[in-house]
């Protein structure tokens, strides 16, 4: 058996069954036999493969929203370009060869990483070597220089840790919540359980707010990480002129079912199969986000498609453009296929939504519509 699995079931014999939280951030998280920070997942050789790694253009036209939201911070001298979660480092640096286009802009801008992996921290720090701008790494986003900033966040949401938990008893309302956890079968395997006790009343104030209509055995999943999130982020947004996009899959509303998935070599597997050898996501539940930011009294967008950002940033004329310079026939069908892939409803262009939050008073962000 496996080192990790090994550990998880030692863990769960002597203390009981953990949250799937616990398991999902011991899984990704663990500093010496975790995923994320004993490999490079990323790219077609990896695990998965995210947006910026499909094409230069994504990076690029998230690039002039950039440009756009810091003439919408007011012009700032400096200011903070934050990143969580950055992968290769490639969003990045396709963000800043953009960003160069405005040279007040470039000039402005240091750049901070929030990256859990030491591994993927050596990834980043080699792809942006050259970069025209200062590079720094901060272990959590306290800890990233105050002032004026610009986050971003791309297929970082989603693998924050879940907690599930499923309604039991009809008719209590929010009292027949169960949470579901990790726990042991009569084989010693890795299984699901559920908790026999209901969930207290502080934790069901936190589930999210669209599940009156829930049936005996719904799914509800809450991501206690991304309420810090939040919660840090209207600290900053209080104090300086910050706006953050996030870009990330699942849906607007929110939805009852498990969405906890692995990811191995491109395929779904089983989610106890290998535990810190396979990549562990859930869906983001945007809807839940915006109702985490009207408490704290943070201007939130309305999510928008994938899609429809890319297209308002202009990522088709990009694409022409890249094409007009392509010198052969191959290289255009790959941009024109990458296009599709970003944008597709049968891909990423639907079921990727994008959410920005910022301070109190500033315009709309640049490909939104509306603020909720
Ligand atoms: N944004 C990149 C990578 C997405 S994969 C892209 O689009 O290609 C998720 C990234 O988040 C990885 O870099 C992973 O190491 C990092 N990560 C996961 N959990 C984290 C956490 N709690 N804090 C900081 N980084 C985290």
Redesign the pocket.
């Known amino acids: 058996m496996k080192e990790l699995e090994t550990r998880i079931k030692a863990r769960i014999t002597a203390e009981g069954p953990m949250s799937v939280a616990e398991y999902m951030a011991i899984c990704?998280?663990d500093p010496t036999a975790g995923y994320?920070p004993t490999r490079d997942p990323?790219g077609s050789d990896g695990d998965f493969i995210?947006?910026?790694?499909i094409s230069q253009m994504f990076g690029e036209v998230i690039g002039l929203w950039c440009i756009q939201s810091w003439i919408d911070l007011g012009r700032p001298p400096n200011v903070n370009l934050v990143e969580?979660?950055?992968?290769?480092g490639?969003?990045m640096s396709d963000i800043l060869r953009t960003g160069a286009l405005d040279k007040d802009f470039i000039k402005a801008v240091s750049v901070t990483l929030?990256?859990?992996?030491a591994a993927?921290e050596a990834v980043q720090a080699k792809t942006l070597s050259g970069a025209n701008v200062p590079v720094n790494w901060a272990g959590d986003l306290s800890k990233a220089a105050n002032g004026p900033s610009i986050i971003i966040?791309?297929?970082?949401l989603d693998?924050?840790p879940i907690r599930q938990f499923i309604q039991k008893d009809p008719f209590a309302g929010r009292a027949g919540w169960h949470e579901r956890l990790v726990a042991l079968d009569s084989d010693n395997r890795l299984s699901f359980g559920v908790s026999p006790v209901a969930i207290s009343g502080v934790l069901q104030q936190d589930l999210p707010r669209d599940i009156d209509d829930a049936k005996t055995d719904d799914l509800v999943e809450l991501c206690p990480?991304a309420r810090h999130i939040i919660d840090q982020l209207s600290e900053r947004f209080g104090q300086h002129p910050c706006r953050a996009l996030f870009i990330d899959y699942g849906p607007d509303t929110t939805e009852f079912g498990d969405t906890l998935q692995a990811l191995k070599r491109h395929e779904k597997v089983g989610v106890f199969s290998d535990p810190g050898n396979t990549d562990l996501t859930a869906r983001v539940d945007f809807a839940a986000l915006q109702d985490i930011a009207r408490e704290a009294a943070l201007p939130v967008t309305h999510a928008v498609t994938q899609r429809e950002l890319l297209s308002k940033l202009g990522i088709e004329m990009r694409a022409v453009a890249l094409s007009k310079s392509s010198s052969n026939a191959d290289a255009r069908a790959k941009i024109a296929r990458q296009l599709h892939r970003l944008m597709d409803g049968e891909e990423m262009g639907v079921l990727f939504k994008a959410i920005c939050f910022q301070s109190t008073g500033l315009p709309l962000p640049l490909g939104f519509r509306e603020f909720l």
């Open positions: 990704l998280l994320y990323l995210t947006a910026p790694e969580l979660g950055p992968g290769r490639i969003m929030i990256e859990a992996s993927l966040g791309n297929e970082f693998c924050l990480s």
